[in-house]
């Protein structure tokens, strides 16, 4: 099974603030890497796909890069809205695993 | 409006059984692959198996392997997800989701979840 590691698993940062988590998977998955963001009590919501392809809908602020092994997502400048816990997860092959989650809390 | 509803959860007994479904509409149902992905409490997500439009190829984690069965009825718009010798650890809200091959995998549709609670 591929294995997904993010990092931080958790973050405090302020409005405004460029944010960066860090996905690393256990063996090469080309650009087959999600980015999902959720906040509490709610279901997942795509924000990324194919590791750099903005989902219809969401902002600008937010961006995905990499390939291989090595991922990012940027959120340029947090906003109050953006406080939640993001998931990136790979879609290579089944068992399609999720990292353990990055939460972003204000500070 | 896009719009996937989980229905069929509650409170079991341990070894138990359980069925989930998961209604679609807005979309042409039969032309998609589906997913089911749970977040046991205070977890984080874990995908549990996927089906393919046709349901010609379907797939399982492990942890779920040989005791849960995936399926679906196109004519119905709906998801299935039964789930057999039931363990405290299934424990977890269930989702059903929409995947969209672009080539890339992904999961563009969530369900709100329906909880599944294995006690005794």
């Known amino acids: 099974d591929i294995q997904m590691t993010q990092s931080p698993s958790s973050l405090s940062a302020s409005v405004g603030d460029r944010v960066t988590i860090t996905c690393r998977a256990s063996q090469s998955i080309s650009s087959y890497l999600n980015w999902y963001q959720q906040k509490p009590g709610k279901a997942p919501k795509l924000l990324i796909y194919?590791?750099?392809n903005l989902q219809s809908g969401v902002p600008s602020r937010f961006s995905g890069s990499g390939s291989g092994t090595d991922f990012t997502l940027t959120i340029s400048s947090l906003q109050p809205e953006d406080f939640a816990t993001y998931y990136c997860q790979q879609s290579y092959s089944p068992p399609w695993t999720f990292g353990q989650g990055t939460k972003v809390e204000i500070k | 409006e896009v719009q996937l509803v989980e229905s069929g959860g509650g409170l079991v007994q341990p070894g138990g059984s359980l069925r989930l479904s998961c209604a679609a509409s807005?979309?042409?149902?039969?032309?998609?692959?589906m997913n089911w992905v749970r977040q046991a409490p205070g977890k984080g997500l874990e995908w549990v198996s996927y089906i393919i439009s046709s349901s010609s190829t379907i797939y399982y984690a492990d942890s779920v392997k040989g005791r849960f069965t995936i399926s679906r009825d196109n004519a119905k718009n709906a998801l299935y997800l039964q789930m057999n010798s039931l363990r405290a650890e299934d424990t977890a809200v269930y989702y059903c989701a929409r995947v969209l091959q672009r080539p890339y995998y992904y999961m563009d549709v969530w369900g709100k979840g329906t909880t599944v609670t294995v006690s005794s």
């Open positions: 807005g979309f042409t149902f039969s032309s998609h692959s």
């Open positions: 194919a590791a750099s």
